[in-house]
């Protein structure tokens, strides 16, 4: 099939996922697309990114999608319809990766991992990276002194980059 790109005005392809329902592609021009899996009939164009959109995924029973893009926000979408349900806002970069499992969307940009609650619409968690031993990773909450670590997620004081005991 040869998926036409004249409504989102001949922008290039970012991302794209699918279930055995739908398949979702995101675009450079900041909409996305649904199509049906089976024949691949545009079920519907969402439009409200003010930039590329870097990712979506669909849940697992193709009722939503979740997007995420440069303009630093996280959409929630009806497949339906294309009718933008909700927006989480707290990233201050693009946001490379989204993810929606149950009642959670995940979201990271370079500077941090958010987890929000699709059920309330607030922010669970905001995790941020630290190195240490050479090895990236996110600062978990009760794993680590709470002072040891900056505002920023970098460690003060141990110059050979261990982690405190934990708590």
Known sequence: AVVSTQSTGGNVTSCIDCTEQ?????????????YTASLFQLLCTCSRHMGPVY????TRDSN???SGSSDCTVRVW????????HVFRGHETMISKVLILDER????DIACLKVWSLTDKTLLRDLKPISHGGKDGYFLPGLVSANT????????GNRRGRLPARV
């Open 149 to 156: 670590l900056t505002r920023t997620g970098q460690r003060r």
């Open 105 to 108: 969307v995940f979201s990271l």
């Open 55 to 58: 990712d979506v995924k669909c």
């Open 78 to 85: 009806e497949t339906g319809r294309g009718v933008c349900q």
């Open 22 to 34: 739908i398949v979702a592609v995101g675009y450079m021009g900041g909409c996305l697309q649904v």
């Open 64 to 66: 939503f999608l979740v």
